[in-house]
């Protein structure tokens, strides 16, 4: 099963999961930390991967006019039935069915690692960026997807089996407060975003590498980061 594929089956229960205020990492701390990253508005901005909508819902409230696309037909149809006025599409984020050099920002919110041509997808922003325009990004932090803490305590030793630079598909089944979900990504390491972006012809701005600001100073997501965010942009 694709990537796209294990997402539309799990778009039920990410749905219930995002659409809990609170619930997870969205809510708490990383839409802010991710919003310093972008441009400012007014801004024409498509974003790629955009779920059930909840993103470019908050993103509009601030004044962003956005495109949300996705490979779920599912997720659309919700983030359709939650904002009604807005542009929704069903679309391959690696053959983007938009115009050379039509937007100034394109946003990927936690969506490149689930992504199965990430290249693709990268190249594709690229296309569509105006000159000058910026790509700005959230993943899991590579070296959070490539091992795990062994135990829940706070000075947890974090411990890597196996090879940081080998990519490969993984599935993190979450539960709490009577919801359960399960991510399907793909673990890449660090270089071969930046392969990506390179390819792409676009050019890092800025890097940020996001913790767990809700954890007591020194506590496991203290140490170590969660999130890799990254602002590009398309050379003049």
């Known amino acids: 099963m694709n990537m796209r594929d294990a997402w539309e089956a799990e ?16 809510w708490r701390f ?3 930390r991710f919003f310093e990253l972008l441009p400012p508005a007014p801004c024409e901005t498509l974003d790629v991967g955009c779920g059930e909508g909840r993103l470019p819902r908050d993103l509009k409230q601030r004044g962003y006019s956005v495109t949300g696309i996705d490979g779920s037909a599912t997720l659309i149809e919700h983030a359709r039935s939650a904002d009604p006025a807005g542009d929704y599409r069903v679309a391959d984020a690696a053959a983007l069915q938009i115009g050379d050099a039509s937007v100034p920002l ?7 690692q689930d992504i199965d041509d990430m290249p693709a997808a990268v190249r594709e922003t690229a296309r569509v960026l105006v000159p000058g325009g910026r790509l700005c990004l959230a993943i899991v932090h590579p070296i959070n997807s490539a091992g795990a803490f062994e135990t829940m305590e706070p000075d947890a030793a974090f411990v890597i089996r196996g090879s940081y630079f080998e990519g490969r598909r993984y599935e993190d089944t979450f539960e709490r407060s009577g919801l359960k979900i399960t991510f399907y990504s793909e673990h890449r390491p660090i270089q071969d975003y930046f392969a990506a972006i390179e390819a792409a012809g676009l050019l890092v701005e800025r890097l940020v590498e996001i913790p767990d600001p809700k954890d007591p ?10 999130f890799l965010h990254l602002r590009a942009v398309k050379p003049v």
């Open 30 to 32: 990383h839409a802010e």
């Open 106 to 112: 394109v946003t990927a919110f936690m969506s490149l």
């Open 11 to 26: 778009a039920a229960n990410w749905i219930a999961w995002a659409r809990t205020p609170g619930h997870d990492s969205y």
């Open 217 to 226: 100073p020194g506590n496991r997501w203290q140490r170590l980061p969660l």
